[in-house]
């Protein structure tokens, strides 16, 4: 399928000193399309508090999109992915979670055709 567009998004830095912290960006995209997805880390300085490491990770929170009957449903992404695909997408709420750390996540939305 031949990509109608490309959006790209960046988000932060976010600077964590202490145990876990998430943060969400709910992305809407008008139209209902057919969206693929893509979230890695920009950049990342790691600390540490014994004995716990300093970590970040960008992925995906849930997503919604346009049923057959046209209401909008909800789904919950069940793991860490760092790629989605997303039929008659609504919105991507993507995150950005780290502890200890101060990082720089990036998103890439391709839409097909």
Known sequence: MPV???ELGTWGPFRNSGTRQNNYWRIPF???PHIIAS????YVSLAANN???GWAMATFKRFEFMD???FVQETDV???VSGIEVFNCVS?????DLEY??????WTFYCLE
């Open 4 to 6: 109608a567009w490309i």
């Open 30 to 32: 008008s139209g209902s």
């Open 39 to 42: 979230a890695y880390i920009n």
């Open 51 to 53: 004995p716990t490491a």
């Open 68 to 70: 057959d009957n046209g």
């Open 78 to 80: 069940p793991s860490v």
């Open 92 to 96: 991507i709420t993507v995150a950005l």
């Open 101 to 106: 750390a101060i990082a720089e996540a990036g």
